[in-house]
């Protein structure tokens, strides 16, 4: 299976989905216009992998900014990966936060207390 790459735009965060390594990297800002039409791309491949998955999958998210239309589809995204746990599959979620940035931190506080698979807040400096 081919990993899905896109290149961040002043929109959108960098994507690098790898298949081979299990690990799934959201990086940057989300706000795009359209953000179903954005991450539709993203579960799509997200359903293609769990045909086959590695033993354990890690998504590593660092978003600097988030507006509401992607905070919902990335609530959605987290979900994919709940509904394949109860599937019997090893997912584990890292949400990076910058030091200061309180709303993206309380966001993720939020999707850990919604999200049921192993959910790690990092801080970066």
């Not at 290149?7 to 965060?13: A, C």
């Not at 033993?55 to 992607?70: A, F, P, R």
């Not at 850990?112 to 970066?124: A, R, V």
Request: hydrophobic share 35%.
């Amino acid at each position: 299976m081919n990993e899905l790459v896109i290149e961040k735009t002043v929109k959108t965060p960098y994507i690098n989905f790898d298949a081979q390594s299990g690990i799934l990297k959201i990086i940057g800002r989300s706000i795009p216009e359209n953000p179903e039409e954005f991450f539709t791309k993203l579960f799509d491949w997200v359903h293609k992998y769990f045909k086959s998955p590695q033993s354990e999958t890690l998504v590593n998210v660092q978003l600097e900014y988030i507006n509401s239309g992607s905070s919902k589809f990335i609530l959605e995204f987290f979900q994919l990966f709940q509904e394949y746990k109860t599937k019997g599959h090893s997912c584990k979620i890292n949400w990076y936060y910058e030091e200061d940035d309180e709303a993206v931190l309380e966001l993720g506080k939020h999707y850990q207390n919604i999200i049921d698979i192993p959910f790690k807040l990092i801080e970066i400096y």
